[in-house]
């Protein structure tokens, strides 16, 4: 995967002094493997830290403490660093002047929106996600999906990356069957009938919904018919046209657009299953067997073959699947899959698959999603699809709005189960995580409409309050924040991030007088320091679909 070239400001830095030092000594380490991390335990051991020393002792059979003091030793310290201290077994800490930050405060405050924005690269990312069966509406789960993968393709693309959202539409197999069914008993009922729904239906209230407006547009033109091929043609189109319609308005409505809506019924219309069965059969990878048509898939990694074509001449859902992901492949540098964890079995088959069909499946990465619960005066709300009892996207988001449920979907890691207490989603206080973070951003507008004057400054020396060298490390730590999403593809970062840097905003506007009538030059240096945290917050709520009210 390709990497984002820049972590932060300061551990560059840090990171090319210890390059450095270590060639000034006998030792020899990879430079890629050295790190800077960023003190986050708000503790006087510094405000950088590598192990390096601990590296390297390891290799060398040395003391990491006495590593640490010669590479120490060798470092200048210049404008960049304050002080340096050997803590533990032989960390290296590093405590940064406060001017050195300056640069950054003066990027944010130049760029703006445009901070750390990379200009567009030639690498095509296809982020795929929801692609939920056009048969009801999205739930909870497609929520989860939706935000990860609409917010990765927002930081991809901010970082530089051209980013196709996809959605893959299953439009074709039994659960298309099992839809028309329900829409047409549902109709039939509607039109006077009296029948009931075979026990395998749908029993959402979609489905009422779906059949009304069925009948609204033909009236009683089906009423008491058979449903033979014909008609099911007529119920099965009108059927995935209503649903994807819905989930499109949910989508939207959600802040989520996609680029492609790819039909899995066009994959046979266009012959491209059939290309693929010619590819796998001329290289060897595919066999027939007890009247079945088999995938090679064990050679490839799966843990046995899987069958792609079954003795009555059916396919079965690997096949089309397969289709699918190599027309991605050959029009992606890198495919990235949101999905559930229902799914994880079905890995190594896909990717199995994938090599049989020469493509790299190394290029195939997913980005599996847990459960989600939605709790409610401490009682989990039990859901159903075919039963009807599911809690929508469309009712959450009535419920807690789009900059809630946003928030709440990447508040955790994606392979982490997720639970939503409507009780404090729905709090407009300091309880409710969205307010509190949007509340930083009000105000802090809020500070500037009270500000009577404010100077461009050139010089951030008199920021020296304990917090505001905190803040300063939090601003430094946002390009890095954004470079380890894309390198690990969890979005929940930025919003970890955001609510470490709204909390540290809130505790220092608590302690410090941001405006000072009698000291000008320190009221335009904490001005600066704020509305770079301003910028901050509205960019990276932006880039997790979350808005930045003015005021609250």
């Known amino acids: 995967m390709q990497e984002k070239k820049e972590n932060s400001y300061i551990t560059d830095q840090l990171k090319q002094i210890l390059i450095v030092a270590v060639k000034k000594t006998d030792y020899q380490i990879n430079e890629a493997s050295i790190s800077v991390e960023f003190n986050q335990q708000k503790n006087d051991f510094g405000d950088y830290w590598s192990n390096l020393a601990l590296q390297l002792a390891k290799k060398y059979q040395k003391k990491p403490s006495l590593i640490a003091k010669e590479i120490v030793d060798k470092i200048v310290k210049k404008d960049l660093i304050e002080k340096i201290t050997i803590l533990g077994p032989g960390f290296i800490n590093f405590t940064i002047k406060i001017d050195a930050f300056y640069p950054i405060l003066k990027a944010v405050l130049s760029q703006k929106e445009n901070y750390a924005k990379l200009k567009p690269n030639n690498l095509k990312y296809n982020v795929e996600f929801v692609s939920a069966n056009p048969t009801g509406l999205l739930h909870l789960g497609h929520a989860r999906n939706a935000a990860i993968g609409s917010t990765l393709a927002n930081i991809l693309e901010h970082c530089g990356y051209h980013v196709i959202r996809e959605y893959y ?33 749908y029993h ?145 088959r896909i990717k199995s698959g994938m090599a049989a069909l020469n493509d790299d499946p190394n290029k195939l990465i997913i980005v599996p999603t847990q459960l989600v619960r ?7 709300q039990k859901m159903s699809k075919r039963a009807g009892t599911s809690i929508t996207m469309k009712e959450l988001l009535a419920i807690v709005g789009k900059d809630v449920l946003r928030y709440y979907m ?88 955001l609510q470490r840097l709204a909390k540290s905003f809130h505790s220092y506007y608590n302690e410090c007088k941001i405006i000072n009538i009698d000291n000008q030059k320190l009221t335009d240096q904490r001005l600066s320091l704020v509305l770079t945290i301003k910028y901050l917050l509205f960019n990276g709520l932006k880039l997790i679909g979350v808005n930045a009210p003015d005021k609250m």
Not at 374 to 380: C, D, H
Not at 434 to 458: D, P, T, W
């Open 204 to 348: 959402g209230a979609e489905i009422i919904s779906a059949a009304q407006a069925f009948k609204d547009k033909y009236q009683l033109k089906f009423y008491k018919k058979q449903l033979d091929e014909k008609n099911h043609k007529v119920f099965a189109e009108f059927g995935i046209n209503y649903m994807l319609q819905e989930i499109k308005n949910d989508l939207s409505n959600f802040d989520v657009e996609m680029e492609i809506w790819f039909s899995e019924r066009s994959l046979y219309q266009t012959g491209a299953i059939k290309k693929v069965l010619t590819k796998l059969k001329e290289n060897g990878n595919s066999y027939q067997s007890e009247g079945a048509t088999w995938l090679k898939s064990t050679s490839f990694g799966d843990d046995k073959d899987r069958v792609i074509i079954k003795s009555d001449g059916s396919y079965t859902y690997m096949l089309p699947d397969l289709t699918y992901h190599d027309i991605k492949y050959h029009r992606s540098d890198l495919l990235i899959n949101i999905w559930g964890a229902d799914h994880s079995g079905y890995i190594a």
């Open 169 to 201: 539409i299953n439009d074709a197999g039994n659960q298309i069957n099992i839809l028309v069914n329900s829409i047409f008993v549902r109709y039939q009922n509607l039109c006077g009938a009296n029948i009931s729904l075979p026990e395998d239906s």
């Open 374 to 380: 939605l709790i409610r005066n401490g009682v989990e």
């Open 410 to 497: 990447i508040s955790r890691a994606s392979e982490s189960h997720l639970d939503i207490d409507i009780d404090i989603a729905t709090k407009k206080n300091q309880d409710n995580p969205v307010f509190y973070l949007q509340y930083a951003h009000a105000r802090i507008n809020q500070i500037f409409s009270q500000a009577e004057k404010f100077n461009a400054i050139k010089t951030i020396n008199l920021l020296t309050n304990k917090k505001e060298k905190e803040l300063l490390i939090l601003i430094d730590e946002y390009n890095f924040v954004l470079n380890r999403i894309v390198t690990t593809l969890q979005p929940h970062l930025m919003a970890n991030y």
